[in-house]
Structures are given as C-alpha cells and as structure tokens.
T-cell receptor, first 113, second 111 residues
Framework: DGGITQSPKYLFRKEGQNVTLSCEQN?????MYWYRQDPGQGLRLIYYSQIVNDFQKGDIAEGYSVSREKKESFPLTVTSAQKNPTAFYLC????????????FGPGTRLTVL | QQQVKQSPQSLIVQKGGIPIINCAYENTAFDYFPWYQQFPGKGPALLIAIRPDVSEKKEGRFTISFNKSAKQFSLHIMDSQPGDSATYFCAAPPGTYKYIFGTGTRLKVLA
C-alpha cells in the first residue's frame, strides 16, 4: 500500500536534547512537508522540500532542521534551540501540481520532559 | 504573513443537523480550496476540494460553496452523523508548493 509513515508514534525527550523524527513516503511525490500542530492553532508549516537536496523554511522554522537526501525521506530534527517543542508533528507529501491532494502521515507526538 | 480565517472554533449540533464552517482568505496563487478532516490522534485526510470554475461542489453529504469576490468558502455537512465528529481544516494556496491552513473547527455531532 502506498502512503506516508512516521516514526515513532510517541517520543519523549529531555530538555536540551536533539531528537529526529522520521518521515518516509512511497507515493513518488516530489514535495514533502513538516507541520506542527498545537491545540487551537491549526497546522503551522515548519519546512518544506520541493525536490531532493533542496528545502525551504516555513513559518516556524526556528529550532528545527531538515534534510532531503532521498526523494522518499524527509527527516525533521528538533534541536535544543526550540523553546517549546512539545506538540504533534505531521509529515505530508504531494505531487508538484498544486491541484493534487496533499497526503498526511499519522503523526508523531513529541513530549519534552 | 498571509492568513486563512476559519470560524467557528467549535460547533455542536444534533444528529441530522447541518453544521456550516466558514473560511476567508487574503490572496491565493491558485484557486483551489481543500477541506481536511482529522480524527483525534490521526493525520488529516482530504475530505473535499473545489476549484474556482464552479461556485459549489457536492460529494455525498459534504458541500463546498465558494464566493470568489468575497474571498470566502464554506463547508456544509448535510444530515450530520456522530461519525462526522472531528476537526475540520480549510486551506488556501499562497504559492505553488504551500498551503495556509485555517485554525480548525472542532465539530461534535450529538446522537
């Protein structure tokens, strides 16, 4: 089955530690995205990538980093510089055409202890 | 920073009622407006989307109406069911590769 996988589903981190969230897609989509979801604030774009080895900052990129070495993979690192990292993180992908559906993964819930 | 204003924030209706969720946008690069449905602990999934060549689109019990001059679009859920209880997000594309999402509407349909 084609789709997007995110791992882990739940992640706990101590303050001051970096942590990497995994996102893999087998839909052959060019564009991939990372969103952060907080209660009452909807989906906020962290980073997005249109093609391999290229990515752009979204609206809330501070304290996060990404890489896009393979078309299928777009990992997100939450660094210690992110002041309030506890949130639900969603990865998504889409074919380049803006009229195409954007597919979301199941999400990773990150909690900082 | 562009915004998509979504209202109401939450909505409670009786089974069979017709909840209506509204969104207003500032500017878009492409006239394509999707609605996503999200259940607790899950990722959002596309529910229905509209292009500007029509002012209304219907899929089953879900209808989008679009007013280009007012820069507004709405989601109507006919004969709502308890299984429709979820959070709904509208979105608008300010550029080729990006969406701006509304803040979401939490819908509860009472049995």
């Amino acid at each position: 089955d084609g789709g997007i996988t995110q791992s882990p589903k739940y992640l706990f981190r101590k303050e001051g530690q970096n942590v990497t969230l995994s996102c893999e897609q087998n839909l052959n989509h060019d564009a991939m995205y990372w969103y952060r979801q907080d209660p009452g604030q909807g989906l906020r774009l962290i980073y997005y990538s249109q093609i391999v080895n290229d990515f752009q900052k979204g609206d809330i990129a501070e304290g996060y980093s990404v890489s896009r070495e393979k078309k299928e993979s777009f990992p997100l690192t939450v660094t210690s510089a992110q002041k309030n990292p506890t949130a639900f993180y969603l990865c998504a992908s889409r074919k380049g055409d803006p009229y195409n559906e954007q597919f979301f993964g199941p999400g990773t819930r990150l909690t900082v202890l | 920073q562009q915004q998509v204003k979504q209202s109401p924030q939450s909505l409670i209706v009786q089974k069979g009622g017709i909840p209506i969720i509204n969104c207003a946008y500032e500017n878009t690069a492409f006239d394509y407006f999707p609605w996503y449905q999200q259940f607790p602990g899950k990722g959002p999934a596309l529910l229905i989307a509209i292009r500007p060549d029509v002012s209304e689109k219907k899929e089953g019990r879900f209808t989008i109406s679009f007013n280009k001059s007012a820069k507004q679009f709405s989601l109507h859920i006919m004969d709502s069911q308890p299984g429709d209880s979820a959070t709904y997000f509208c979105a608008a594309p300010p550029g080729t590769y990006k969406y701006i999402f509304g803040t979401g509407t939490r819908l509860k349909v009472l049995a």
